[in-house]
């Protein structure tokens, strides 16, 4: 008896001893004058390879552009100092910021510029921002603190887009070698001109920043800027509620974890982002304006946004989102619910009652079809199922499917394969949508096609003139009442939850607040 | 001996090199394609080139030769995520997980021995209960719930121990900084595998506290502390040690849970975001990696056990 | 020694219960409470027990108690399948391997070792990636995964009984191979066999709700009590109860499957 007791003991007090000792060394809120950050994945840095939003919002740290967003989502200088248009729209020409270095300290210069955008419009590169930048014909180098972009067409989102994703990268790092093939650039070792550069990365654990002293702009009151690879979103709302993170993207449905803990809180901005159930308009029942209507109708927004997204988001009025103001007709009326009227329509456009209200058509098929969403978010699949509810109300039988958003996308998204699917698109700061909503365009998934849209999106892109882009958008947003592109469910607000040693960050959706790095301050 | 070392080596290459082709065959046969296909922004042009450069537009026979050639020349491939050779991403993480299994194996042992043979020893009494009904408690927790509950308890509402990751990024961390950051996975990761290897110990003692010998050595008066410690102990063990084998891809399995919720950067997690982005080579490269340790190291407890058990060394 | 034996006896004739029970209420529970479970109302959303829902809704309305019933059914009838599944598998290969000649045998002993050696949860997801997640690739993927144990005892049974006398006898009678198995093999693997499936059963529950927390089990909108629980953990803080019931209800199943197994084992066993 003795002797298994005191083995028991033996077993107990050794851990006991050694886990106290550990647990004083514990990590605690560091007086580290740093900003930590959670990422889903090892990122890429290479703001022209990187796939992913975990990479991209890491690279607006440490790449600077040639222009970045203010709080109004306007461009405003960043590594260009002043630029001047050519009056007929084709050629940009940016005057540099003079005594700019790299993190590695050789100069900046219009070469950079230059092979930045080469690489960009190369397809082998493995470049990311290819389509982005369609329009530009050619870049010229005109000093070395001198560039001029010459473009195919006027293009009037090209300031935006290069305020967007385009961060610059060091010609004098890939003179000998590919892109893809400079794994410690792309790993841990990148260089570029942003107010924080690297200093450690470890594999799957975490990247660290550190200040850039020879930064371009106002001088950054943080000493670091940590991301931490943390896949698990629970385990991030976790680790902020510790103490061991400082700004987490969260979901409507890990609100009330957050908003009972006293050292952080939830900041909700508008983002660029507009998120809908396109419907695939080669299946025949899709095709009429009319049924589409009736479908705008049938779904009971509010519902969504109030229950689903907990108020974080905004009505929709079109698929321009009303973050960008300058172009977002904000008169228009919201989107009715109406499910009478909607079924009425249908009935008019041909459908019949059949058993248990269910519609069908004239030879007796029902109104079925599949509703594809993304895996693994709540709020999309609990949107899904609002839909599908709201839709049954209707007399419309629709099923949902759940895939990967990997197989989602490749396999029945981007081949046209599918009856419906509740996705997004997160745009850059500007209204064009040519790319998404005019007939025959790679990103037009649905298949929209309205003579009257395509010129008005074309004429939308080409136009510089602020005021008379404005009416042209006004004019598309109305035009979208009459013959809905999508059915757009709501603009999403992005929720961060940030914790309350953080001030200064700027109210913009994250990836552009971060291009504000050099504001963002803590207390120890 | 050698004959018999020579016949396990010809086994064991055979077993990895079935790994190889039953992983690729798995891999390659999944309908759709790899993640880094899977942006909606994506023009026709780019998806062309990205298959390209990845070989994806060749016929999967052309791709298995290319795959065991490769294996053969020891190189793994490049990860199609991750755009470095898989080997190096293997070998980033592999020391972290190694850590990880270490010192949840350790920790399986040291319990599991002892209270397994105080089980055995004491069996149908209130410790023998006590100590099997926590057992079987613990092999029916889900390992990420009680993840996510150690975390929430210890780190969040009683700040006792770090939330997550395996140092303090950004800070020096020194040695007690790290140890602080391994101990809740490793409990959360030992619990399952001390439960078994306990019942385990627990019966394997029971069998040899039967055997004449002891019931002899007790027969005879010697003291049940001397018999247990000295006749049981060393008898039972070594079914303990087949039994680690059988732990051992286990744990690695159960890694990937306790490693992804505990941010912990290892290669458990690293591949199952590769299973489920479809990177190829890097799934490949994992699992033969994995599978061939385990056998390695199976062959290493085989070679144990006969050292240990003289009588198996004769029927060799 | 006898007091030992009627412990175990009665432990798993308790055990035996409480999985009869579960199956039981899983069974028609359902259809005896009548509430849909996938019945959304977003208003009501993450309700503590109230009116109408005695074990109150979840993060989409829909009342706990009906999809803990359901889930238990999809759950419990995932952890069978898997495991017949799995005993279908492991018969066979393990017949195969023993009925059959050394090559065959060698052949079947190398695959078998060469998937012991894969960690089951990767192997697993590669699995799935073929199959799809449905409901049938999910089983057809836990039981392709927990073969081998089975068939190795399948094998080693076979090559023993093999020597014996009475076997050579009928195979000199010219009985064929498979008469051999179902007749005389049978019957001394059957206790192996139960156990193995014992133990299959909490395995493949658990192992569903790993699945679920990496987004790969049983799909929403169905019930699972893996997929609730891993749903759960988002609202740990504001609503425990969520995760509480499908935990305890994996707990308590997992645990008497596991002592059921054991006390078969014990008595399986004739040394005790």
């Known amino acids: 008896m003795s002797c298994a007791v005191r083995v028991l003991r ?4 050794a851990p006991l ?69 050519s009056e007929d729209g084709l050629e940009y020409t940016f005057n540099l910021k003079p005594g700019v270095k790299w993190h590695d300290g050789e100069p900046f210069s219009a070469n950079d510029v230059k092979f930045t955008f080469d690489q960009i419009k190369d397809v082998k590169s493995g470049s990311r921002l290819g389509s982005d930048f369609a329009a530009v014909a050619a870049v010229e180098v005109i000093d070395s603190l001198t560039v001029r972009f010459r473009l195919k067409a006027p293009f009037a989102p090209f300031l935006a887009l290069l305020g967007y994703n385009a961060g610059i990268i060091p010609a004098h790092k890939f003179r000998d070698r590919k892109l893809l093939d400079a794994t410690d650039f792309s790993r841990s070792a990148p260089v570029g001109t942003g107010p924080f550069r690297v200093i450690q990365a470890a594999a799957g654990s975490a990247i660290v920043l550190e200040r850039n002293p020879a930064y371009h702009g106002d001088a950054p009151p943080l000493d670091q800027v940590i991301f931490r690879i943390v896949p698990d979103v629970n385990a991030q709302v976790a680790q902020l509620l510790a103490g061991e993170l400082d700004i987490v993207p969260i979901e409507p449905a890990n609100l009330p974890s957050v908003e009972r803990a006293s050292g952080a809180q939830v900041v909700r901005n508008p983002i660029v982002q507009h998120v809908y159930v396109g419907f695939n308009q080669q299946r025949s029942y899709f095709k009429s304006p009319l049924v589409r209507q009736a479908l705008d109708l049938a779904v009971n927004r509010k519902a969504i946004i109030d ?88 007399g419309i039988d629709a099923s949902i499917e759940t895939l990967e958003f990997a197989t989602l996308v490749r396999d029945r998204v981007l081949p046209g394969d599918f009856d419906a699917v509740l996705i997004w698109w997160t745009t850059p700061p500007d209204p064009d949508q040519f790319s998404f909503y005019s007939s025959g365009q790679d990103n037009n998934h649905v298949r929209y096609s309205n003579a009257r849209v395509d010129s008005l999106l074309k004429a939308g892109r080409a136009t510089l003139d602020s005021t008379r882009r404005r009416d042209l958008y006004h004019q598309f947003q109305r035009e979208e009442l009459a013959d809905p592109p999508v059915l757009v469910l709501f603009y999403p607000r992005e929720l961060l939850a940030v914790s309350r040693r953080v001030h200064g960050l700027p109210a913009l959706g994250l990836r552009d607040a971060l291009r504000h790095a050099e504001r963002i301050s803590v207390t120890r | 001996m050698t004959a018999f070392l020579l016949r396990r080596a010809v086994h064991a290459l055979t077993v990895v090199f079935v790994v190889c082709t039953v992983t690729f065959l798995l891999v390659h046969l999944a309908p759709g394609g790899p993640a880094v296909l899977a942006d909606p922004k994506l023009t026709q042009e780019e998806q062309a080139a990205i298959s390209e450069r990845l070989g994806l537009d060749r016929p999967v026979t052309a791709q298995y030769a290319m795959w065991m050639a490769r294996v053969a020349r020891g190189d793994l491939g490049e990860s199609f995520l991750y755009e470095v050779p898989t080997r190096r991403a293997i070998a980033e993480r592999l020391p972290n997980t190694v850590l990880l299994a270490g010192a949840a194996l350790t920790l399986s042992v040291l319990l599991a021995v002892p209270l397994g043979l105080i089980s055995a020893l004491r069996r149908g009494g209130v410790v023998d209960r006590i100590i099997s009904g926590i057992a079987f408690l613990a092999m029916a927790v889900p390992t990420f719930w009680l993840a996510i509950l150690a975390i929430f308890t210890f780190a969040v509402a009683f700040p006792v121990f770090p939330a997550g990751g395996a140092t303090t990024a950004g800070a020096a961390g020194g040695l007690a900084d790290r140890l602080s950051h391994l101990v809740m996975p490793a409990v959360v990761l030992a619990a399952v595998t001390t439960a078994e290897l306990l019942r385990y110990m627990r019966s394997s003692a029971q069998t040899a506290l039967h055997q004449p010998f002891v019931r002899v050595a007790r027969a005879k008066g010697l003291r049940t502390r001397l018999v247990a410690w000295r006749h049981v102990l060393r008898n039972a063990l070594l079914p303990m040690v087949t039994a680690l084998g059988i732990q051992l891809p286990r744990l690695v399995g159960g890694a990937a849970i306790t490693e992804t919720v505990f941010a912990w950067p290892g290669l458990g997690r690293l591949g199952v975001q590769a299973a489920l982005g479809r990177d190829y080579p890097l799934v490949m490269a994992i699992t033969l990696f994995i599978s061939a340790a385990v056998v390695v190291v199976n062959l290493l407890i085989d070679l144990l056990y006969l050292w240990i058990d003289p009588r198996i060394r004769l029927e060799a | 020694m006898i007091a030992t034996h009627d412990t175990s006896r009665r432990r798993a004739v308790i055990a035996g219960a409480v999985v009869l029970l579960l199956a039981f209420v899983a069974l028609i529970g359902p259809v005896l409470y009548g509430t849909d479970p996938n019945a959304l109302d977003l208003t009501r959303a993450a309700q503590p027990p109230g009116a109408g829902h005695p074990l109150g809704t979840d993060e989409s309305g829909r009342d706990v108690l009906g999809r803990l019933l359901a889930g238990g059914r999809v759950s419990l009838a995932v952890g069978f399948a898997a495991v017949a599944c799995s005993a279908l598998l492991g018969l066979s290969l393990g017949a195969l391997a023993g009925l059959g000649g050394r090559r065959l045998d060698s052949v079947v002993m190398r695959f078998t070792d060469a998937v012991m050696a894969i960690p089951a949860l990767f192997l697993i997801i590669t699995t799935l990636a073929l199959f799809g997640t449905t409901a049938t690739g999910l089983v057809v993927a836990i039981g392709a995964t927990s073969w081998m144990g089975l068939a190795r005892l399948v094998r080693a049974e076979l090559l023993a009984i093999r020597e014996q006398d009475y076997v050579e006898a009928a195979r000199a009678l010219g009985t064929r191979p498979l008469r051999l198995l179902t007749r005389h093999a049978l019957p001394h693997l ?31 909108p169905a019930a699972s009590w893996g997929n609730m629980l891993s749903n759960a953990i988002t609202y740990l803080h504001a609503s425990p109860w969520l995760a509480i019931y499908p935990g305890v209800m994996i707990l308590l199943t997992v645990v008497s499957v596991n002592v059921l197994g054991d006390a078969l084992r014990d008595a399986a066993e004739p040394s005790q």
């Open chain 1, 307 to 394: 229950g689903v997204l907990k108020g974080a988001a905004d009505m929709p009025r079109g698929t321009i989102p009303l973050v960008l103001s300058g172009f977002y007709d904000a008169s228009l009326p919201a989107p009715a619910y109406n499910p009478d009227s909607a079924r009425t329509l249908l009935l008019k456009g041909g459908w019949r009652n059949g058993e248990h209200l269910m519609l069908r058509d004239a030879s007796g098929k029902p109104f079925a079809f599949t509703l594809l969403v993304d895996k693994g978010n709540p709020t999309r699949e609990q949107a899904a199922l609002a839909v599908q509810q709201d839709l049954r109300r209707v």
């Open chain 1, 17 to 85: 001893a050694v886990l106290v000792t550990l647990a004083c060394t514990s990590e605690s809120g560091p007086g580290l004058n740093a900003l930590r950050i959670p990422l889903i994945n090892d990122p890429i840095l290479n703001p022209v390879l990187a796939p992913d939003i975990g990479s991209i919002l890491i690279n607006k740290i440490i790449f600077s552009a040639l222009v970045r967003p203010d709080e109004n989502l306007h461009p405003v200088p960043d590594l260009a100092r002043s630029w001047s248009t």
């Open chain 3, 190 to 220: 059957l206790p192996s066999v139960l156990v193995s499936v014992t133990f299959g059963v909490g395995t493949a529950i658990l192992m569903e709700s790993a699945l679920s927390f990496i987004g790969l089990g049983v799909q929403p």
């Open chain 1, 10 to 13: 033996g077993l107990c007090v």
